[in-house]
């Protein structure tokens, strides 16, 4: 029994020196400052965790690595939390990094846990998941035939990842299946594309922002001043798009709304450390101009959109539209630690400028507009919209006012396609086109000249 004990005081002296060391690092690394407090207690409940480890080591049925042990007891601390705080092994760290670049592999999907459930924040567009039709809010019942009940999120993400062109099946439950439903992706290199934008109908501009990445604002300055150069003066309106936006960056959802308003507060967090205590406010200089804007959101809008739609709205910058956003108010700070692993902790709420807590809650919108699927173009004769060319011996054009014969007719060039799709998906997107119409609206009413 002497030997165990002196074996005992050895691991706890290694296991000391260690948590002392990652105190250290923690100290003068350049991320928030942590301040680490041991009584009587803590160290009986180090005490216990090395009396476990020593056991472990001395009789489980084979042989274990210590390093493998020490990162599953991390990761069981973290995940004991909250959903979003874990830890992250030197390769995921690595891949976390990468990820806020905007090229990765995999799915194309963020999830979370909620109710105990691994849930799909949402599809990233243009991934695998997207195109499968994987959707905000579906339950990730099985991946690959192994129940997801107590998997972690790093172990999901794990299983979900691989090489490009490989497939993987995911188990949905969603409401309205009868019983959970399988669908088979193949994973693919995720380039996220985080800001698309067009002109629609009579100079109001649209902006889908897909996530908040290292250079969403760089992204958004360019989009917003190539559509004020095509549509040649001020935009009349701007649809600015958040839905199935899962977050990203919280210092680029800052300057995302910092363009369009023009002073005072966009966003604050409260956490128990001084660092976790912040203020983000408007700067001075440019601005957008002061056109009306409507900001899109739904169930899938989460963490940094959230703070974009919440901000807009209580400076009544815009209307915000669609449906309850998914509610994830609180930040995570990455620690880097010695071995290029590193945390993921959460460390702070998040709060709208008028005091509104997101967390568990989301954003509710000023006009609520459920999604619905429009007829497109090629199916509109089906709803009784009848034109003269659709009745029976109606008389055909002279062709005279043709702006093009058929010979003249123009392909158009490759780097349009993508906006040509993007504006044929819009005009058969109800949400979208009610927003437009809000905004037309909006304009004629100020033209109206009402009795005083």
Not at 97 to 124: M, R
Not at 235 to 249: A, E, F, Q, T, Y
Not at 291 to 320: C, F, M, T, W
Not at 347 to 364: D, E, H, V
């Amino acid at each position: 029994m002497s030997a165990m004990k002196e074996k005992k005081k050895r691991i706890f002296a290694g296991l000391a020196v260690a948590i002392i060391t990652l105190i250290i690092y923690i100290g003068i690394s350049s991320q928030p400052r942590f301040k680490a407090e041991a009584n009587g207690s803590d160290y009986e409940s180090i005490e216990l965790f090395t009396d476990v480890m020593a056991i472990i080591k001395k009789s489980y049925v084979e042989e274990v690595d210590t390093k493998k042990l020490i990162y599953g007891a991390i990761n069981g601390m973290l995940a004991s939390l909250d959903p979003h705080s874990s830890f992250m092994t030197p390769e995921t760290f690595k891949e976390m990094k990468v990820e806020t670049k905007g090229a990765f592999g995999g799915l194309g999907i963020e999830i979370t846990l909620k109710d105990g459930l691994l849930t799909v924040i949402a599809p990233i567009e243009d991934t695998p998941a997207f195109k499968a039709g994987i959707k905000a809010g579906d339950h990730i019942f099985r991946i690959d035939g192994k129940f997801t009940k107590d998997m972690n999120i790093n172990d999901a993400v794990k299983r979900m990842r691989g090489p490009k062109g490989t497939k993987v099946t995911l188990t949905i439950l969603r409401g309205g299946f009868d019983r959970p439903k399988e669908f088979v992706l193949t994973r693919d290199i995720i380039q996220v594309k985080s800001v698309r934008s067009t002109l629609l109908d009579n100079g109001y501009g649209y902006v889908r922002i897909a996530q908040f990445q290292e250079k969403t604002d760089e992204d958004l300055a360019k989009a917003l001043k190539a559509l004020h150069a095509e549509n040649k003066k001020t935009l009349s309106g701007l649809v600015l798009d958040l839905r199935n936006d899962p977050g990203g960056l919280l210092d680029q959802a800052v300057k995302v709304a910092d363009h369009f308003i023009n002073e005072g507060l966009i966003v604050y967090t409260e956490g128990r450390e001084k660092d976790s205590k912040m203020q983000f406010f408007a700067r001075k200089g440019h601005k957008e101009p002061q056109y009306p804007i409507v900001v899109l959101i739904n169930s899938g809008s989460a963490s940094a959109s959230e703070i974009v739609a919440g901000a807009l709205q209580d400076h009544k910058r815009a209307i915000v539209m669609g449906t309850q956003s998914f509610g994830k108010g609180s930040v995570q700070t990455i620690v880097p630690l010695s071995d290029e692993s590193g945390l993921r902790l959460t460390t702070a709420r998040y709060f709208t400028p008028n005091g509104r807590s997101i967390q568990a809650k989301g954003i509710t919108p000023d006009i609520l507009v459920e999604a619905l699927e429009m007829p497109r173009d090629a199916d509109k004769k089906n709803i009784l919209n009848i034109r003269e060319s659709d009745l029976e011996n109606h008389f055909e054009s002279d062709g005279k006012s043709e702006a093009t014969s058929k010979n003249e007719k123009k392909e158009p060039k490759k780097d349009e396609t993508t906006k040509q799709t993007l504006e044929d998906n819009l005009k058969s997107d109800y949400q979208v086109m009610r927003a437009l119409d809000l905004l037309k609206g909006w304009d004629i009413l100020k033209k109206i000249d009402l009795p005083k």
